[in-house]
């Protein structure tokens, strides 16, 4: 396997000319993308939710959708697994 120069792999730019992995201090940051402070928590608080519905339904229905992700891995995870046993036969 050949070593790769620093040509070979190009990384994704920001609109500020930086790769991820460039370092910038978080007042450059926050100048750069227009940060300004919250004076009122109200000002984050998301409308995204029915107002019929309280917490419990929005528990439930977290608990359900990570059940059905920690599900969705068992099957991968059991699939790939018995994959692995059938190739080594």
């Known amino acids: 396997m050949s070593e790769l120069d620093e040509d070979t792999v190009r990384q994704p730019v ?3 000319g930086r790769t991820f992995f460039d370092r910038v201090d978080v007042e450059t940051l926050i100048r750069e993308q227009g940060v300004k402070p ?3 928590l109200d000002d984050l608080a998301g409308d995204f939710w029915p107002d019929d519905e ?3 339904e929005f528990d439930t229905w977290l608990r359900a959708l990570r059940n059905q992700d920690r599900e ?3 099957r991968i995870w059991t699939r790939t ?3 692995e046993g ?3 036969s």
């Open 72 to 74: 969705f891995e068992i």
């Open 14 to 16: 920001d609109p500020f």
């Open 38 to 40: 919250v004076h009122d």
């Open 54 to 56: 309280g917490p419990d």
């Open 86 to 88: 059938q190739e080594s």
């Open 81 to 83: 697994s018995t994959n």
